[in-house]
């Protein structure tokens, strides 16, 4: 097995100092190439202790394929702080969050893909799929050559291109996050609904095939555009690249101890690409549609005493949480003056909750999943 | 002339307080209604000095219609700051822009208004307008009633919609904003074009008839949409309803002073609409379409000495800043070591401009005008 | 029993609401005066809900003196986010800490304690202490009313000063603060030291009778003045005026499941201070000086995973925390070549820790105290 | 001349960069050594472009003496930014002032300078202050060694302690900020206030030779010290070694053009002390003692129309401000009912203002020297 290793400046500072990434490449036999990353945003960095166990395992492991790691993947993010807490989520300047800058590139440059797809329209997907990366490839060059040329890149993107360049040839790749105060669960594209199971991990989070800015749909949708220009021109493909986002618990996190059944999860989808040795196993899903991933903005402001914790699941008219407003305190009913119960309005299951049991109006108190069904 | 004033609670906090919004609406004789406020990003403060000063200046003038007055429209925002400065352009929650929670009502009820149209295709204008304007009304009132229902109001949709409902049956919308160090200018929908220049700001924005979320969109969009859906029912309509977002130079400031000429603009705005007499005043605008709105994001990191101040129009290949990168300093040539000089691309006029001189790569340094045409 | 409410104009918000303190008084038989309050930081919340328990409970006791509440005592940090966290300890705007401009009024105010001591040198202590409180209020109503004549008020000012003066004529003070991730622990000045295991928390921290600008040493520091002044004069005294802090474990949580226990803490001070019926319980105390209340500043920066957890004690090179430094990963060892291990100098028990795992350089990793000893 | 550089590593980012400071050193003939450094806190930057052009200006020079140039002191402070501007000012972390964690080194050690007196009362001056130097640079470093092997050294503690020991040695020390919106203005201590005028900035703020953590102070205090300690063994010294803060005007301000005239102000005092040749100019000081130095904190909240800008004296009764509360419109009469006037209680000079119109009740509006004296 060979590693590789190498920098790319990602990000001047003012003060004369360049962010960089890391990228370290594992390479075994002939096989696929996977591309994991984490900590896109800062606060999210759970997946670092994912990626320096799975390292370490690997060292014992016969590999067939190549891995790349980019631990760390948003210096910026990551080492942004607005008091003791990282501010990870979102660009402290501009507002914009993290995983919302990366671009569909078959449409960013409205490319039309007839003309690949008749030429290649006889080729066995394997060397379709080889070449297509190359094509890939090569768009995003231009593209990011251009934006540069016109000084039009802003920083969210910048981060962003880099590391779609990097993962725009894989077949798999895992972006590796976590929530705020948050179950284990991941978002899988439609039609890699079938292939999340290999990921052991339970909550899963069906998405459409619309592009919404982020890494794990900027990976899979060209892909999608692929099928479908096939499609049109009449062939049907089963495409074998897929793009998880893996949300791995709470944010502010790292711990080794609990990267240990986390590292499982992406060792298990390993074997099932065939890059790794023994059996292959598989859990029973709880799916959800993402148009059934619920968020319950809290409805009044006040003290929150969380009833229900991420991983719960729970039915319509189940208490989930109780909020404290203090402002209407009769003394002679303390209790009973300033509660309000929030009950569940229809069955589902705690994804995440809000970090802080101090709560404006509006803020997003829990996101659950709803209408679960299994497979 | 009749003044009247509501209260309107918007957003309670943890602490128990309730943010609220006043409104004060002034009638007079018969005739349009125009809605102005201010201070939706919390920093961009100017406008509430335009609406004081527009407000003395009515109580001597004859008011043919009525004017709506929402001053610190947004009070969540203006009052966050970190460290000295107003935190306003978003959410510090969540990084979400507080001009862009709008909704494109039309849209986001899944409305045809082909039903509309039928019914009311032979009607004389005026009749349509007053008719669909009580449509909107009430297509909003269920849209709102629905997403509290089910706990689905986030913080910046909350202020977004409640000031759309009071701006919704308006013959004018004016959205009063600055830039960050930024010259006066306007956005206006292309089909009023040409009725922008009887603002009397020069630096004239044409905006297509596209929803990104902000308050002019909300209030022109479904106008564009009624006009849109006549025009398949066979009707040509010439529609007299406008909304502009205003931006009345830089962010942080409060100037009675500079309120005198502002004020002005609003003012030949409600002659050009018959609601006050007197001529009626043009200018010639400098006018460019938004695709020529350009960004110039810092291509490096450094200390910025700007060269060119928001309003100056500027050649090709003119200076429009030196970047000092302290880092390479050479004491042998300290200046010359340092500096990188950014050169125009091609002519414009610079509209804004970063308020601070220490910037990292990608943050948006200028934002021009280019390609600029005159009336 | 008597219960009193009212509420005290805070502070003026830019967009023109004003936060509101709102105290609650119970009065019962004769006795001393208790004044509780909470959340002078923003984000330690769980004093609220002691608080509201302790009002639950005195529904049904028999009161023997009254205790005045405060909770949401500073409105303006409980209100104030950066992202989803409470960024409460401090003033975003100036960077004061919320906990240090109460004043020592004795020395603020450059008063003279000989003459009130010469001339009450004779009388019973309870009825010195009655003409001292007295004295105390109007020093402060007087510091007060000058510095606000002069415009002189900052904000961490108003807060402080107007608890500070309703505090002012209590027997017993109790400020209800929390930790980042933390255990329970108290603050007790030294010569409180024998009183404070009535309040039945086991961490005591016994602070020397200097003033640093906190609420627990402005309610004690004049009766600190006062008895060294009768010193001076020839009478010793023995002061039953106390004031402490209490740490209930870690920010941003609220639980009334929790409050069950900490309740109990109060419940017993106050049967101590003679003001509720039932047996005085006490427990064995980890007392340490203020000094050896050891902050341990990482070293490095890194991902840290914490190995010992608040409460814990731990021996002289016992592993407290592993640090990973992703940069310096060799995938031929990806563990060994991250980790730097943090052992202890010497034995002693986690008070608090950093609430982020992602820690720069000389961030507060741990607070600890040391030279434990029993009474 | 010789130039020469170094850097040092500063601070350790999570994400594994560190932060540098680059020392830069010009060395001319024999001559005294002065120390000179900008951005201590973040925002404050015109510091930068006067080191840059004043490097410049010594290409041409004969230097009697060295200097030392450190600009960019502060990394961490100047890449912070929360929303647009630099929250440089305060530790985003922790609150505290970039500016306050230096050192009194001799009392920080409890130093006894008795005995160094004693070995050296008879020697000249020259020897004493090069012996002297001597015994501060290992203070300082046996200070900051105790502090890193017991893991003590928190952030702000490692910036300021590696300047002061990079300036210990200086017979100057010049630390240039800026204040928010100011003028120009500088702190000079008592000891050297005749000194002052030679650096030709008209706002002089004397300075008592009390220790409040700042850089000035830090560099100053030994020297003090050491006279008082020579006055006791009945030497009387009359000490050349100065420290000032310079404010060169209104922070994230970066201007070459402006630096021109502000580089005057040093070369002028390198002329005063002997290291440049060439006619020393001085101006008529307006001198000010800190006690005289007021802040005016904003009595309520509104928005802010300054009408005195820094730099400009008043009278007593004159208008410095006027505050409008828009809550309290009454359309009859919108201004009269809005505005609240604030009129100077003594004459002063404006020195700095608060950078925003949007106020809280009890922010620093403005600050001014008041009790003006000239010499």
């Not at 802003?154 to 996050?177: C, F, P, R, Y």
């Amino acid at each position: 097995m060979q590693w590789t290793k190498k920098n790319i400046p990602l990000q001047q500072l003012t003060s004369g100092e360049t962010l960089n990434l890391t990228v370290h490449t594992i390479k075994g036999h002939a096989g696929p190439h996977v591309h994991i990353q984490s900590s896109v945003h800062g606060a999210e960095i759970q997946g670092n202790a994912v990626i320096l166990l799975l390292m370490e395992k690997l060292k014992s492991l016969k590999l067939n394929g190549s891995i790349t790691f980019i631990p760390l993947a948003n210096p910026f993010g990551t080492n942004n702080k607005h008091g003791t807490y990282t501010y990870g989520r979102y660009n402290p300047i501009t507002g914009h969050n993290w995983n919302r800058n990366y671009v569909d590139i078959i449409n960013a440059t409205k490319t039309d893909l007839s003309k690949f797809c008749e030429e290649h329209i006889d080729l066995p997907w394997q060397e379709i799929k080889f070449k297509y990366k190359q094509f890939l490839a090569d768009l995003i060059d231009s593209y990011i050559e251009k934006l540069t040329l016109e000084n039009k890149i802003q920083m969210n993107n910048k981060v962003n291109l880099i590391l779609q360049k990097e993962a725009i040839t894989s077949d798999g790749v895992l972006d590796l996050h976590t929530g705020p105060v948050a179950t284990r669960y991941l978002y899988a594209a439609e039609y890699t609904e079938a292939i999340a199971k290999h990921l052991l991990i339970p909550n899963i989070l069906v998405i459409p095939h619309e592009f919404g800015g982020a890494m794990d749909e900027a990976s899979f949708m060209p892909w999608v555009h692929l099928i479908e220009a096939f499609k049109k021109a009449g062939r049907e493909i089963l495409c074998d690249v897929e793009a998880f986002t893996l949300e791995y618990g709470s944010e502010e996190t790292f711990s080794l101890d609990d990267a240990q059944a986390d590292v499982e999860c992406i060792l298990n989808y390993l074997r099932y690409k065939g890059m790794l040795d023994g059996e292959v196993k598989k859990i029973q899903g709880q799916y959800s549609k993402l148009a059934n991933f619920q968020t319950l903005y809290s409805p009044i402001a006040g003290l929150v005493d969380y009833k229900k914790a991420p991983g719960e699941s729970y039915d319509k008219g189940q208490l989930l949480a109780n909020i404290y407003q203090l402002q209407k305190l009769d003394p002679q009913n303390p209790i009973e003056s300033t509660v309000t119960p929030l009950y569940a309005s229809e069955a589902g299951i705690i994804i995440n909750r809000f970090p802080s049991s101090a709560v404006h109006e509006g803020v997003e108190l829990f996101q659950m999943i709803t209408n679960v069904y299994h497979d």
